[in-house]
């Protein structure tokens, strides 16, 4: 059963140090360093060596469902969701939305536009009172690319309307996680 799930919101968190603890002792921050290199290396490793599905899995007729009009550049981005698919065989579809959403209303779209697990639904926000982008994956598109992939996608294209940055955004995501 496809999953559903959702990033956005406030991206930032704002907080004000007004501590007067003195320099780090060396010793501590080595470990920080060090243990932010772990982080970096697990959460790459969690992306990377990725094999593509294996089969023939029922192809949905676009890319990308932008009623709203909202991207720029909709070529290139169908051109990168195009390249993910061609390399991992599974397709992600890109939807612009002013409506109100939830994990679980994503999921329902899921199951209105694809009769199998392997695909990804991406809603885009486009109403002024949102800013949180939902998704749904299959559960056989969730071995390729998981919830993190999916965060991690939406992160790096952070709520742009580009096209071309969604195009390179895709490209090197997919680069990423075929990576051996």
Same mark, same amino acid.
């Given at each position: 059963?496809?999953?559903?799930?959702?990033?956005?919101?406030?991206?930032?968190?704002?907080?004000?140090?007004?501590?007067?603890?003195?320099?780090?002792?060396?010793?501590?921050?080595?470990?920080?360093?060090?243990?932010?290199?772990?982080?970096?290396?697990?959460?790459?490793?969690?992306?990377?060596?990725?094999?593509?599905?294996?089969?023939?899995?029922?192809?949905?007729?676009?890319?990308?469902?932008?009623?709203?009009?909202?991207?720029?550049?909709?070529?290139?981005?169908?051109?990168?969701?195009?390249?993910?698919?061609?390399? %991992?065989?599974?397709?992600?579809?890109?939807? /612009?939305?002013?409506?109100?959403?939830?994990?679980?209303?994503?999921?329902?779209?899921?199951?209105?536009?694809?009769?199998?697990?392997?695909?990804?639904?991406?809603?885009?926000? %486009?109403?002024?009172?949102?800013?949180?982008?939902?998704?749904?994956?299959?559960?056989?598109?969730? %071995?390729?690319?998981?919830?993190?992939?999916?965060?991690?996608?939406?992160?790096?294209?952070?709520? /742009?309307?580009?096209?071309?940055?969604?195009?390179?955004?895709?490209?090197?995501?997919?680069?990423?996680?075929?990576?051996?």
């Amino acid at each position: 059963m496809a999953h559903g799930g959702h990033c956005g919101g406030s991206h930032y968190s704002h907080s004000r140090y007004s501590g007067g603890g003195g320099p780090i002792p060396t010793p501590v921050l080595v470990i920080a360093i060090l243990i932010a290199i772990g982080i970096a290396i697990i959460s790459h490793n969690s992306y990377t060596g990725k094999k593509p599905l294996e089969g023939s899995f029922s192809k949905y007729p676009q890319y990308l469902i932008d009623k709203e009009e909202y991207f720029h550049n909709s070529k290139d981005l169908v051109e990168g969701l195009t390249y993910l698919h061609e390399k %991992t065989n599974v397709q992600v579809v890109v939807m /612009s939305s002013d409506k109100s959403w939830s994990d679980s209303k994503a999921v329902d779209e899921y199951y209105k536009l694809f009769d199998d697990e392997a695909h990804i639904l991406i809603i885009v926000p %486009t109403a002024w009172y949102s800013n949180t982008t939902y998704y749904a994956i299959g559960d056989l598109a969730d %071995t390729v690319i998981s919830d993190s992939g999916i965060k991690h996608i939406i992160d790096k294209i952070d709520e /742009s309307k580009n096209g071309e940055k969604w195009k390179k955004e895709l490209i090197k995501f997919t680069d990423l996680i075929l990576e051996e």
